[in-house]
């Protein structure tokens, strides 16, 4: 017998991620940005101050995106005046990225506003629960051995 929809983990994760999208995208309309530019130019802020000057291929892996998207996206962030895309010397034919100094600043207020809204979604179930939960969701690779238990 299948599950009913409201008992449907799938079902349920969908309007969970719809509802965490709506809510990020309320406070990221404001400052001008989408959810994955938000993602790209924080990795990009957050690679920089880690004193790495990532190249699109290495951005996307960090952020876990498509790589012609990210290169689609990283265009629109750079006409946004956010971040610079300049030729690698060592690779004419990969950009490698930095944060302008608008990039710096919308960073960390976005950021911030995205951690606020994150504490208010996830506020009913305690982070060590959800983080541990949402790390294995993410990467089942890790810890899935047969001799880790899986709780």
Same mark, same amino acid.
């Given at each position: 017998?299948?599950?009913?929809?409201?008992?449907?983990?799938?079902?349920?994760? #969908?309007?969970?991620?719809?509802?965490?999208?709506?809510?990020?995208?309320?406070?990221?309309?404001?400052?001008?940005?989408?959810?994955?530019?938000?993602?790209?130019?924080?990795?990009? #802020? #957050?690679?920089?101050?880690?004193?790495?000057?990532?190249?699109? !291929?290495?951005?996307?892996?960090?952020?876990?995106?498509?790589?012609?998207?990210?290169?689609?996206?990283?265009?629109?962030?750079?006409?946004?005046? !956010?971040? $610079?895309?300049? /030729?690698?010397?060592?690779?004419?034919?990969?950009?490698?990225?930095?944060?302008?100094?608008?990039?710096?600043?919308?960073?960390?207020?976005?950021?911030?506003?995205? $951690?606020?809204?994150?504490?208010?979604?996830?506020?009913? /179930?305690?982070?060590?629960?959800?983080?541990?939960?949402?790390?294995?969701?993410?990467?089942? $690779?890790?810890?899935?051995?047969?001799?880790?238990?899986?709780?």
């Amino acid at each position: 017998m299948p599950l009913s929809p409201g008992e449907s983990p799938g079902l349920l994760l #969908w309007h969970a991620t719809l509802r965490w999208q709506r809510d990020l995208a309320a406070v990221l309309t404001p400052l001008g940005l989408t959810h994955v530019q938000f993602v790209l130019l924080a990795c990009t #802020w #957050w690679l920089n101050s880690q004193g790495e000057h990532p190249n699109q !291929l290495t951005l996307a892996r960090q952020a876990g995106t498509d790589v012609k998207m990210t290169s689609q996206v990283l265009r629109t962030l750079e006409q946004k005046g !956010l971040i $610079e895309r300049d /030729v690698d010397p060592a690779d004419t034919r990969a950009k490698r990225l930095r944060v302008t100094d608008a990039g710096a600043d919308l960073a960390p207020r976005a950021v911030a506003a995205v $951690e606020l809204a994150d504490a208010r979604f996830f506020q009913p /179930v305690p982070l060590a629960e959800a983080v541990p939960l949402l790390r294995r969701l993410a990467h089942p $690779e890790a810890g899935t051995s047969p001799s880790t238990p899986r709780s």
